[in-house]
């Protein structure tokens, strides 16, 4: 048992701490971004991908109930459906992996909309990333205590939080992106025949979850490809290129739809990819929007531990000389393993669809590797020192309090506090009508699904003097009247509210109009008489 705690010690105690933040955070999660809410519908909707197709083809003039919204997000009467799933998938931009796994889970709590369906599954795939990045940091440097702190600077970063708590498959994409790594780290210290069908098994699997795996695949596959080359093994060479392509060929026999839809002329799609890498007037926004919010918000823990790393390193320089000379220092791996995310991360932030972090979450665990590398020159420089277990636990304590301070004072993103102002605005007129002005575009209407679920029934419709709409207002007989009305000319209709509140009031018996709140797509307001 004391053998046992102090081999696993450590490590237990950083993942029952990230485990317990994470439930933090889950708990503190009050609202959802129009990705995550497609999460939901496209794993559960039957054969109906979009809102649109959920109502028969169109919005337009039409009612939908909550148990129409319910039916899109949740398992219903339909069961275990991966056929359903996978023509979703065909319909939409993302490979189905990820859905699966969601609709799978959903499976358990039929008929109930949750988002603990969905952050269950990200904490465990969280989890599991943790516990396999303890595994290649291990199998790196042959250092528990190294390992051990790594999984506290990433499980307990900003960023890595912000994948978990993030509905969507950018966690499960970091879980995989870790695990290739892992094997690929592994292929270079302890080759085993095994390694290589495992390597092409994840490639497949990353490449079923989201395309932009590819690119942290593609270059760390070239570097161990170099890597042989330069050692003249061309049996691990021709293994690990046929069982690599295998994977490739594998996501081509599984789901065609991939060619088209990385051809595609779309916003998620090859050819959008090539029109921003060809923009290269955009680039310094891009990195401007994308690589100085990870400088200045994100992994402040590790940027610390990094400076403090390197101050004791230069304070034992000639320690790690020493190391160096005695080949104690581990460098091959590294660089195979680290310079590909380095390379990628410019990469994916150029050609990404928007300029958001989500598009290189997978790429963070991998990038912490820089301090964890530092820490191992520092523990193979410094060598054997008096009670070095015990100092070396006080720095993995150390680090984790310093995590800890980051998770506390930077909250991820995703979890929406303000959703819970939004419901407190509705909560006095959900009894009454509700009607969303939209020119037939689901994208407002699914990002405001949370708060329509407040009302019995939702008419939609994108004339302000529709018959429809008088009937549907004549039948609730109500004082007031809850409007959205979509904003965005991007993703939306654009409709403007200066516009269109008087055009309601002037065909409805509503004499004036007060605003509610407005996000980016849409903007609510209350109509009176």
Not at 247 to 262: E, K, N, R, T
Not at 346 to 366: A, C, D, H
Request: glycine share 6%.
């Amino acid at each position: 048992m004391k053998r046992c705690l102090r081999k696993y010690g450590a490590i237990t105690l950083v993942l029952i701490v990230i485990a317990g933040v994470c439930l933090l955070f889950s708990h503190r999660k009050s609202g959802m971004f129009i990705d995550e809410i497609y999460t939901y519908g496209l794993s559960n909707s039957h054969y109906a991908p979009y809102l649109t197709d959920a109502a028969g083809g169109s919005l337009r003039d039409q009612t939908l109930t909550r148990q129409d919204f319910l039916d899109y997000v949740t398992v219903e009467d339909d069961g275990l459906d991966l056929g359903s799933v996978y023509y979703n998938q065909v319909r939409d931009v993302h490979p189905p992996l990820y859905y699966w796994l969601f609709h799978l889970c959903s499976q358990l709590t039929p008929h109930l909309f949750t988002k603990w369906t969905g952050l269950a599954l990200d904490g465990l795939i969280y989890l599991l990333a943790c516990i396999l990045l303890y595994r290649l940091v291990l199998v790196l440097y042959d250092s528990r205590y190294n390992a051990a702190a790594t999984v506290a600077l990433y499980g307990l970063s900003t960023i890595g939080l912000s994948t978990m708590v993030m509905i969507r498959m950018y966690v499960l994409m970091t879980m995989l992106t870790v695990l290739l790594a892992l094997l690929v780290a592994e292929l270079v210290k302890r080759p085993r025949p095994w390694l290589y069908p495992a390597v092409g098994l994840t490639v497949f699997l990353g490449l079923m979850t989201q395309y932009y795996f590819v690119f942290y695949a593609f270059f760390l596959c070239a570097a161990y490809v170099l890597y042989a080359l330069c050692r003249r093994d061309f049996k691990s060479l021709g293994l690990f290129a046929l069982c690599g392509f295998a994977g490739v060929g594998l996501l081509l026999l599984c789901f065609p739809a991939c060619l088209d839809q990385l051809f595609a002329e779309k916003l998620v799609s090859g050819g959008n990819a090539l029109e921003n890498l060809q923009n290269t007037a955009g680039y310094s926004q891009r990195f401007e929007l994308m690589i100085r919010p990870l400088h200045l918000k994100y992994l402040k823990a590790a940027r610390y531990t990094a400076i403090a790393a390197v101050l004791a390193v230069l304070l034992c320089g000639r320690g790690v000389l020493r190391a160096g000379k005695e080949k104690r220092l581990v460098l091959a791996p590294t660089l195979i393993v680290l310079l590909p995310a380095l390379l990628v991360l410019p990469l994916v932030t150029v050609i990404s669809p928007v300029p958001e972090n989500r598009y290189f979450y997978n790429l963070i665990p991998i990038l912490v590797l820089c301090v964890s590398f530092l820490l191992h020159l520092l523990e193979a420089g410094l060598g054997e020192v008096p009670h070095g277990e015990l100092c070396k636990n006080a720095a993995v304590l150390a680090i984790l309090a310093l995590a800890l301070w980051e998770a506390r004072t930077i909250p991820p993103d995703y979890l929406y506090p303000q959703y819970r102002d939004y419901d407190a605005q509705l909560a006095p007129y959900a009894d009454g009508p509700c009607v969303y002005m939209t020119d037939d575009y689901f994208a407002p209407v699914t990002q405001d699904l949370l708060q329509l679920l407040a009302f019995d029934d939702v008419f939609l419709t994108g004339d302000a003097d529709s018959e429809a709409l008088d009937g549907y207002l004549a039948g609730k007989d109500s004082d007031y009247c809850v409007v959205y009305i979509d904003v965005s000319p991007f993703w939306s209709s654009g409709f403007v509210p200066e516009e269109m509140l008087p055009a309601l009031l002037a065909s409805t018996d509503y004499a004036s109009f007060s605003p509610l709140y407005e996000n980016e797509l849409s903007a609510a307001y209350l109509l009176s008489k």
